[in-house]
T-cell receptor, first 115, second 112 residues
Framework: DSGVTQTPKHLITATGQRVTLRCSPRSGDLSVYWYQQSLDQGLQFLIQYYNGEERAKGNILERFSAQQFPDLHSELNLSSLELGDSALYFC??????????????FGEGSRLTVL | QKEVEQDPGPLSVPEGAIVSLNCTYSNSAFQYFMWYRQYSRKGPELLMYTYSSGNKEDGRFTAQVDKSSKYISLFIRDSQPSDSATYLCAMSANTGFQKLVFGTGTRLLVSP
């Protein structure tokens, strides 16, 4: 158990809808990262927050947004969903913003299916 | 062409075999190299981390980096059924996690 909690584990919705994925980082970790994992693209970095502030953006679509709250949990909002948004969405946390003497701790992911 | 290429497998081996998992990359600036293990329906977990070239050993696992060939490997000795998982390589030019580029993963199946 990594200590990172993601909800929901599974989500099925229709095109055009909006969903919210939630992540609780490990206790004390200030950095939260969101990744999208698909079969052909692998893990793609979406966005990073550190202590409530956005720190970096990756390949995140304009239809997607995220935030990190004062209690450090984070939410990823996906709107105007398309079939191609079906994927596993992972949240990861770290006590720092960089440095590989530490680790990136991943949650178990939220599987989104758009029909 | 992807920055990091990894054979998706599956790679099937009998228990006790030596396993070799590999990734090639195109960005010569990469200097931080990682291997993550991902069990089915779980998130990735860091297995090995190597900086620059050379070898690193941790128990049954050895990570090898050849920057001249832009090629990294993960060797698993005395493979066990519990090693059955997808192995992702990841690499970066700097220490920012947001800059990590992941391979698509190789699925390994170790049969008893």
């Amino acid at each position: 158990d990594s200590g990172v909690t993601q909800t929901p584990k599974h989500l099925i919705t229709a095109t055009g809808q909006r969903v919210t994925l939630r992540c609780s980082p490990r206790s004390g970790d200030l950095s939260v990262y969101w990744y999208q994992q698909s079969l052909d693209q692998g893990l793609q970095f979406l966005i990073q927050y550190y202590n409530g502030e956005e720190r970096a953006k990756g390949n995140i679509l304009e239809r997607f947004s995220a935030q990190q709250f004062p209690d450090l949990h984070s939410e990823l909002n996906l709107s105007s969903l398309e079939l191609g948004d079906s994927a596993l969405y992972f949240c990861a946390s770290s006590p720092r913003t960089s440095g590989y003497d530490g680790e990136l701790f991943f949650g178990e992911g939220s599987r989104l299916t758009v029909l | 062409q992807k920055e990091v290429e990894q054979d998706p497998g599956p790679l099937s081996v009998p228990e006790g075999a030596i396993v070799s998992l590999n990734c090639t990359y195109s960005n010569s600036a990469f200097q931080y190299f990682m291997w993550y293990r991902q069990y089915s329906r779980k998130g990735p977990e860091l297995l090995m981390y190597t900086y620059s070239s050379g070898n690193k050993e941790d128990g049954r696992f050895t990570a090898q980096v050849d920057k001249s060939s832009k090629y990294i490997s993960l060797f698993i000795r005395d493979s066990q059924p519990s090693d059955s998982a997808t192995y992702l390589c990841a690499m970066s030019a700097n220490t920012g996690f947001q800059k990590l580029v992941f391979g698509t993963g190789t699925r390994l199946l170790v049969s008893p």
